[in-house]
């Protein structure tokens, strides 16, 4: 995957001035060096908790699990990883919502390190540009890519996209399940959780909200 690191640091400058960028710092650990520490303390983990660390079967997890989370399940928290995105100038003039639907992700609960998976439903009205249709799923990747909560992810994706496309008129809606509900504490297998955020005219023009959330829902 091609990246932007100057539109990550971008994005990232512009998710802290709205106060919701994922409370983190910028490790200044190589990647190996990240890779080597998580391993050397999963082993105490897998010690405390009395499993065999001869055992072929476990001999390798400390090492796996680290990687899992420097490679793959942590990696949205480097901007060097922001993904490119293609933007384009809106030459046919289109006014109407652009809707992406079913984006799927998935994302590790801050609280507990358990996954959360789920959907999210995105819209927007351009002002001037159009961006790539792949884009959309790749940013949403990235946020889902750390540590988080479903609000936080669901604010970060609508100011990603407002940054990016320099428009007010962004919808983002997120539904998903929890593994720390349905794996742990109240083991509630059936309920899920929505969250949305919305802007320009999906916020303040009933027709236009309500049009979103026919097509999104």
């Known amino acids: 995957m091609k990246t932007d690191k100057e539109l990550g640091r971008k994005v990232h400058e512009y998710l802290i001035s709205n106060r919701v960028e994922t409370p983190f710092t910028q490790s200044k650990l190589s990647k190996q060096e990240r890779i080597e520490l998580i391993q ?26 680290a990687k899992m989370y420097v490679d793959e399940l942590c990696i949205g928290l480097s ?13 046919m003039g289109y006014d109407q919502m652009v809707v992406q639907k079913d984006i799927t992700f998935h994302s590790m609960c801050e609280h507990h390190f358990v996954n959360f998976n789920g959907k999210a439903q995105i819209a927007y009205i351009p002002n001037g540009h159009v961006i790539g249709l792949s884009k959309l799923n790749r940013i949403v990747n990235f946020f889902a890519r750390r540590p988080q909560v479903q609000e936080r992810l669901t604010e970060q994706i609508f100011y990603a996209l407002k940054y990016i496309l320099n428009s007010e008129h962004i919808a983002v809606l997120v539904q998903a399940e929890h593994l720390c509900v349905k794996s742990r504490g109240i083991g509630d297998q059936a309920s899920g959780m929505t969250t949305s955020k919305l802007g320009g005219h999906f916020f303040d023009k009933h027709t236009v909200r309500s049009e979103f959330m026919s097509l999104a829902t």
Do not use: H
Not at 46 to 63: K, W, Y
């Open 79 to 91: 901007y060097d990883e922001f993904p490119k995105v293609s933007v384009f100038e809106n030459k």
């Open 40 to 65: 050397d303390n999963m082993e105490v983990v897998i010690d405390v908790l009395g499993l065999d660390r001869e055992d072929d079967s476990i001999s390798g997890t400390a090492n796996r699990v």
